[in-house]
């Protein structure tokens, strides 16, 4: 029993971190129909320079238990990335989803050759600092409290996108530009505008996401597209554009994977991609999608 509550609560927090930057996908997605493969490079981005930001903190005396404070803001200083991408993103909006989807993956080329010129090669970590926070044990059950700090931050986001989209002038505003742009524009809408603090909004949701990971494993190269063949497997079972489906995604992807490793880890991918494969066989639009007209 003890060891499926680990493998349960291992599963929760790769989900957790899931949803923030899968939630950032499907907000840019829904309100800007644009499918970003750029979103793997924003997590890898939060990782490395959450290392970064954490190591040169330490050294100048930061307190071990600041350690998730100061990763939380790494990745919201990232939002600085996010104004001059979308703008030029906006030379495929309303095109084909196969120039979004090359532009975007030029994005993560770009990003990869970065990683690579400033962080070097090899993957970077962080000590382990961050279980100045304690462990919570029970019999043989034992979870670290930043795991679960994580996961209530992202219980907490999307509580709060929920609350945002829903009860505030700009999120009415968010919704009534993904159901027709045209007409927002008429209303006097600054679509730029809110298509500038949309994608920003996602970037930062990914790149916080990569800062919250990487006390638990390593920044490296590889992460970007491991991360986008996971992100895009909660899009295609929660539904494209919705924050419900981002959630459940996240859930049964972390889960799934959580237990392969375990049990069979030669299926991890595998396992997920027949969830995947049975999804588009039997609900094409995703658990909670929309045919898009």
């Known amino acids: 029993m003890a060891a499926f509550a680990n493998i349960l609560v291992g599963g929760v927090f790769h989900a957790a971190v899931l949803f923030l930057a899968a939630a950032g996908l499907q907000l840019v997605f829904g309100v800007q129909k644009i499918l970003n493969l750029a979103c793997g490079s924003f997590y890898a981005l939060g990782a490395y320079f959450g ?54 993956f030029a994005l993560v080329l770009m990003f990869q050759d970065v990683f690579r010129f400033v962080w070097g090669s090899n993957p970077r970590s962080l000590d382990t600092g961050y279980l100045v926070y304690g462990t919570l044990n029970a ?112 859930l049964i992807v972390g889960l799934i994977r959580a237990f392969a490793i375990v049990l069979y880890p030669e299926v991890e991918v595998l396992a997920i991609y027949v969830v995947v494969i049975a999804v588009l066989l039997l609900r094409p639009t995703g658990l909670f999608g929309r045919p898009i007209a």
């Open 51 to 104: 290392v970064t930001v954490v190591a040169a903190a330490t050294s100048l005396g930061l307190p071990p238990w600041l350690i998730l404070p100061a990763l939380i803001l790494a990745g919201l200083a990232l939002g600085v990335i996010g104004p001059p991408i979308e703008r030029m993103l906006r030379s495929v909006y309303g095109r084909d989803e196969s120039f979004q989807l090359l532009l975007t």
């Open 139 to 250: 019999s043989d059950f034992s979870v670290p409290v930043y795991n679960l700090l994580v996961i209530a931050a992202a219980i907490g986001t999307a509580a709060g996108l929920g609350a945002f989209l829903q009860r505030t002038n700009f999120g009415r505003i968010l919704r009534a530009t993904a159901e027709n742009r045209a007409m927002a524009e008429a209303l006097g809408v600054d679509v730029r505008r809110v298509y500038a603090g949309v994608f920003t909004l996602g970037a930062v949701l990914g790149t916080t996401a990569g800062a919250l990971v990487v006390p638990t494993a390593a920044a490296s190269l590889d992460m970007a597209i491991e991360f986008v063949i996971e992100a895009f497997a909660v899009v295609v079972i929660g539904g494209l554009g919705s924050m419900r489906g981002a959630l459940v995604g996240a």
